[in-house]
């Protein structure tokens, strides 16, 4: 059988498989349409909050950001992870106790105000669509890469799947979905990472491949050849990495905290029976994550040295199937700037900004663009990062079935992804907007009835920024960290850990946390011109992905002072903070 | 953090600031492997090699991860513990 067919079956299968998990365990009440009935195992739930967690960005992206930054890309391994440690630590076991369905909840209540829970909604949707914007562009390119149809035609399926699971089956029918959806991804991912660790290192292990010698008889490690054959090409060193520690330090900061504080992410533990289930779910959760992220960087170096050796030096005559595929979807270029016909890959950029093909074939049979030619680097080859995990089997000559379940597992983690914003988004507007402040007497069924609607508007936005990208997956996912660390996490932490935070400091805090973050990424990214986002330029040398720290601090700062000048909150406030420190009752506590 | 207002009972107080203690100690661990081993001491710890991998490269992109699971891990078992003590588990 040939790759395409194997991969419409696999896709197809796995398709039919959440679409009838769905059907299964659909939402008959709100309490099942927003926590899945509050009865979720710890383990079973762990799984889910992986594949929630796990997006477009983690599959496709982050090893081809590895694979391009070295030692730089450990913000992402660190960041996307160690935010674990502070969920388990700091936050979920109370939000559990507390028992209630969304993150405004928490904060309307804790801090007595409508308005509290309308900004905090305000922050959630900000940062939902921030981040939903990248999965769909995710869904796209693999849609149109392996389904062979256009990346708008593409987008419009995942819509299609996304809006079966989630509106129908709510947060019940998409943790059974993301259960499955993990397996299928974690699965895709490991294979062809075993493959390449061992075709690279004779050891299958990519984690210990990683540490091990080149299998070519040089007797050097992988990152040491990589680090050597990297500088021959006038690129630095692969262990070394170019940004500075402050931002290195930031980056990481913003990323762990921002974990920490994405509703999506949140929402999931208070599906869980009781408030110590929450902590052992968030540590399973880390466990599934660890599997993925402890084998990007293997998957992210191999499929570099892979890159390096099938590309240089090699006849555009000569070059592999892969690189024509990848051509034709316009994620790579060859630009024969000497006209040797010899394929050349260094450092710098082939040309400047993204490619614009002329619509002809140059001398050698290549796809032209009309981009200006940069005449400062020897280097020939323009290739999208995001395409290394989806093109790496192909790269290593893998199998025809192994590139299908890569197909299968980059819209498994796309899809989910996009499911569990969908759902904190409709929730937030049913819950929070509708029945906690502008239409309190709402029935349960007209509530469900606008969940769904909510989560059919939500796909409808989504499914536009799919179609028309605002920028890379990966960098548009890190802002949505920003803004999360610079709003919601410090109304939270301080909701739990400080008694005295009152509202007015809850909500100037976020608000000035929110604005600055927000402010300084659009000016860096949208308001001057590229070359003036530099080091040189930024606030202490921070880049807008790391911004979100200063943007936490100012939160912070903001809230303890204007909380310190007005009123303490009321001693029944005090007392709910008393009774979400401690895990006794957290059954009842959902009930009421 | 030390609120105590006479709202909660004794047990209570002497289980959240242990509680607190180990929240130190771990968040104390979990910012020295992230960011400091893998961060500001990694030109340091890179002199050593552990198998194949730069020590601090290594912290940066294996081994930190494994330790953030050991850390949420112990704190489980050990806030079990402490609960049990002062009888206010779940």
């Known amino acids: 059988m040939d790759t395409q067919t194997l991969i419409y079956i696999f896709v197809g299968v796995s398709f039919a498989l959440y679409i009838g998990i769905a059907v299964w365990s659909r939402a008959g009440s709100t309490k099942e349409f927003y926590v899945a009935g509050g009865g979720v195992n710890p383990v079973v739930n762990g799984m889910a909050t992986a594949a929630d967690w796990m997006s477009a960005a983690s599959f496709i992206s982050m090893a081809g950001l590895i694979a391009f930054l070295g030692y730089d890309g450990s913000v992402y391994l660190m960041g996307w992870t160690g935010g674990y440690v502070m969920l388990a630590l700091l936050l979920a076991p109370y939000l559990r106790k507390f028992g209630q369905f969304t993150v405004p909840d928490f904060i309307g209540t804790r801090y007595y105000s409508k308005v509290a829970r309308v900004v905090a909604v ?216 000497n006209g040797d016909g010899v394929m050349t890959y260094s450092s710098g950029d082939a ?83 509708l029945k906690s402040t502008f239409a309190p007497q709402i029935s349960e069924k007209g509530e469900l009835l606008a969940a769904r609607v909510a989560a059919t508007a939500a796909i409808l936005v989504a499914g536009y920024l799919g179609i028309y990208p605002p920028g890379w997956v990966a960098q548009v996912v890190a802002f949505a960290f920003g803004l999360a660390a610079a709003s919601l996490f410090p109304a939270i932490f301080m909701g739990i850990f400080w008694k005295f935070m009152n509202k007015e400091g809850a909500i100037a805090g976020m608000i ?4 600055f973050t927000f402010g300084y990424i659009v000016y860096f990214k949208f308001v001057v011109s590229p070359d003036a986002n530099v080091a040189a330029n930024w606030l202490f040398g921070i880049s807008p992905e790391g911004i979100g720290v200063i943007g936490m601090l100012i939160n912070f700062g903001v809230a303890i002072i204007v909380s310190k000048v007005t009123t303490s909150p009321p001693i029944e406030i005090r007392q709910l903070v008393d009774s979400i420190r401690v895990p006794r009752g957290a059954g009842d506590a959902a009930a009421h | ?54 020590l601090g490269f290594w912290f940066a992109q294996q081994g930190s991860i494994y330790v953030f699971i050991g850390l ?19």
């Open chain 1, 122 to 337: 305000i922050c959630l949707i900000m940062i939902s669509f921030t981040y939903i914007a990248g999965q769909m562009r995710g869904v796209g390119i693999v849609f149109s890469r392996f389904l062979d149809v256009d990346i708008t035609m593409g987008v419009i399926i995942g819509m299609a799947i996304v809006f079966v699971y989630a509106v129908l089956g709510g947060m019940k029918g998409i943790t059974y979905t993301q259960v499955a959806q993990f397996c299928v991804l974690i699965f895709a991912y490991m294979v062809p990472a075993f493959f390449i660790s061992f075709l690279i290192t004779g050891n299958p292990i990519p984690q210990i491949g990683l540490g091990s010698q080149v299998n070519d008889g040089s007797g050097m490690y992988v990152l040491q050849k990589l680090d050597m054959v990297l500088q021959d090409l006038g690129f630095g060193a692969y262990t070394e990495g170019s940004k500075s520690t402050i931002d290195i330090f930031c980056i990481t900061m913003a990323l762990m905290v921002g974990t920490a504080g994405l509703p999506h992410v949140i929402v999931r533990f208070f599906t869980v029976p009781k408030a110590s289930d929450a902590r052992k779910s968030a540590g399973w959760a880390l466990v599934f994550i660890a599997l993925l992220y402890t084998t990007a960087p293997a998957v992210g170096a191999f499929a570099r040295l892979n890159f390096v050796d099938t590309v240089n030096n090699v006849e555009y005559s000569e070059s592999a199937e892969w690189f024509r595929n990848w051509e034709a979807n316009s994620l790579i270029v060859w630009q024969d700037k």
């Open chain 1, 512 to 515: 000035s946390g929110l604005v």
């Open chain 2, 1 to 54: 953090m030390s609120d105590n207002e006479g709202e909660t009972t004794k047990a209570e107080q002497a289980y959240w600031k242990e509680n607190i203690r180990l929240l130190v100690t771990l968040m104390a661990i979990w910012f020295l492997v992230s960011f400091g081993a893998g961060i500001l001491f990694r030109p340091f710890l890179d002199q050593f090699a552990l198998g194949g991998y730069p």
């Open chain 1, 351 to 433: 040309f400047e900004g993204k490619p614009e093909f002329t619509g002809e074939t140059g001398a050698n049979g290549e796809r032209l663009v009309s981009n200006t030619s940069n005449a400062d680097s020897t280097n020939e080859v323009y290739v999208d990062r995001d395409i290394m995990v989806l093109a790496n089997p192909e790269i290593a000559d893998l199998p025809g079935w192994v590139v299908a379940l890569v197909a299968a597992g980059g819209l498994a983690a796309a899809l989910s992804t996009a499911a569990g914003l969908l759902l904190v988004i409709s929730s937030s507007i049913s819950h929070d907007l």
């Open chain 2, 72 to 90: 949420i891990f112990f704190y489980t078992v050990r806030m079990k513990q402490i609960e049990r003590k002062y009888d206010l588990d779940d």
